[in-house]
């Protein structure tokens, strides 16, 4: 039975997919839609493609403090106009994926996104789950999906992503065989809130903003969609950031070469060989010159970190960062950011650990991890710097570290024991200004929900106020 919505001829779905699959009529001609369904599935064995496979996008690889909104399916059409009219209030561009079927359903539903701004791309024909399918299926969900949009649409997509987003080798291989640029995952996808308050929806989105992230939100399955949209625009803003559209943030970006490729990616290795290894402890560094180093440790969240830099940058500062590598495995463009804008990165491990209570091998893992992971994430040698998590350590300890390559293990000579949110800003201001001389180390975090954002412009105007200037520790040891 026909039915119509806000004016829009609404068919049942496998019977508009199949008439325009087929390019058959929707009415008369005296085919039935048993016909269609049986001329579409006559077709030759498709080959499995033997060529290079499109690349998975869980994020685009960029230190520019942008990233895109993304969404799956297509929604019954007033809550779809709602939507959109919501994103054109928040001047917010975003790409849809969307199904084939729904869209030869809903043609001008399509079409009126289109006509917005946003982009279209596939989200399969029927979004079926892929990794469940054999190889022509997945291949004629993407084909007959991109058919669809195109005819309705007359965008050609580039882009393809499952109902889950999860994908296998089959789904890369089908995407390129049909000539789609990226299987695209994400970075955060939201799902049905489980009644957190206002500002704890919001201080989530903020948590997982991303450069270079690719948010998704499910249009059938989220249940206030619409609302999602000012927590989203409100989150971006804060953190500094600006939403753009999937290709152009893809074009943005570049490629990350595999650790392996690097130069320098075995310079930090296993080695059990550590009783006789040699060590030097850094704790500050002998100089006549009101000369500091400023270094900050662990990780945060691009809310956190961008602030650290904007002020850093904003005082002409460069400054060493001992990043915690599982963080920056998360987020890897935030530690590519560090480097581009004129700071050094160092290992702090790969998980934090206490290194005292490791056997030698456990340590030496975290260490040559945490190496690597950083390596890979920033396209270049970290500077060859590692500092203990805590700052404990002992002779066999540090002979364990030593002997994968660091010999220089980096201290500090002035703490204010910023981790701690009970320390507020003056008593950090405080402790840095007590204890700061000449070659100083200085050591703060860059955790979130700490005091260390409202007094480093302090610290640092009252430092520079008394003739010090800052270096970076690795540029002090060559």
């Known amino acids: 039975m026909r039915r119509k919505m806000n004016g829009w001829l609404r068919l049942p779905v496998a019977a508009v997919a199949f008439a325009w699959l087929t390019g058959c009529g929707l009415f008369g001609g005296g085919e039935s839609i048993d016909a269609d369904r049986e001329t579409a599935t006559a077709k030759p064995q498709v080959v499995r493609y033997e060529g290079e496979p499109s690349k998975a996008l869980p994020f685009v690889y960029t230190s520019g403090k942008e990233l895109a909104l993304t969404f799956n399916g297509l929604a019954d059409d007033k809550t779809m106009l709602r939507l959109l009219g919501e994103l054109d209030k928040y001047n917010i561009k975003a790409t849809f994926f969307v199904p084939g079927m729904r869209v030869a359903e809903e043609p001008e539903l399509a079409k009126e996104i289109v006509s917005r701004g946003h982009e279209i791309e596939n989200n399969t024909l029927s979004r079926l789950d892929m990794t469940k399918l054999g190889y022509q299926q997945i291949d004629d969900e993407i084909r007959l999906g991109n058919e669809v949009i195109e005819r309705e649409t007359g965008v050609t997509p580039r882009y393809v992503r499952t109902k889950s987003g999860d994908y296998n080798d089959d789904v890369r291989l089908a995407a390129a065989h ?6 695209v995952v994400y970075s955060l996808f939201l799902h049905n809130w489980k009644g957190e308050s206002e500002r704890e929806k919001y201080l989530y989105v903020r948590k997982y903003i991303t450069r270079g992230g690719i948010i ?35 074009k943005h970006g570049g490629e990350r070469k595999p650790l392996e490729q690097l130069p320098g990616h075995d310079a930090i290795r296993l080695n059990p060989d550590y009783r006789n290894a040699q060590y030097n402890l850094v704790y500050d560094h002998l100089t006549d010159k009101k000369e500091i180093a400023l270094t900050f440790d662990d990780w945060g969240t691009d809310y956190t970190i961008t602030r650290i830099l904007e002020i850093l940058d904003r005082y002409g500062v460069k400054a060493t960062f001992f990043a915690r590598a599982k963080g920056v495995e998360a987020n890897p463009n935030l530690a590519r950011a560090i480097v581009e804008e ?24 975290e260490v040559v991890k945490g190496y690597q992971v950083i390596m890979e994430a920033i396209q270049q040698q970290p500077t060859m710097l590692f500092r203990p998590p805590t700052g404990e350590i002992d002779d066999e300890t540090a002979r364990i570290i030593a002997a994968t390559g660091y010999k220089n293990i980096a201290l500090y000579d002035v703490t204010t024991f910023d981790w701690d949110v009970n320390n507020d800003a003056d008593h950090i201001v405080n402790a840095i200004l007590e204890q700061t001389e000449k070659g100083s180390v200085i ?17 640092i105007e009252r430092l520079q106020a008394q003739g010090y200037t800052f270096v970076k520790m690795g540029d002090w040891l060559g």
């Open 178 to 183: 049909n000539g789609m640029d990226a299987v």
């Open 216 to 250: 998704a939100v499910d249009t059938e399955e989220f249940d206030d969609v619409v609302g999602v949209v000012p927590i989203i625009a409100e989150a971006v803003k804060e953190v500094g950031y600006r939403l753009i559209l999937l290709d152009e943030l893809v």
């Open 342 to 365: 004129g700071h050094e990165i160092a290992n702090h491990s790969y998980s934090h650990p206490v290194v005292t209570t490791l056997t030698p091998k456990e340590l030496q893992e």
């Open 443 to 459: 050591l703060l975090h860059m955790l979130d929900d700490i005091h260390t954002l409202e007094a480093l412009p302090v610290a």
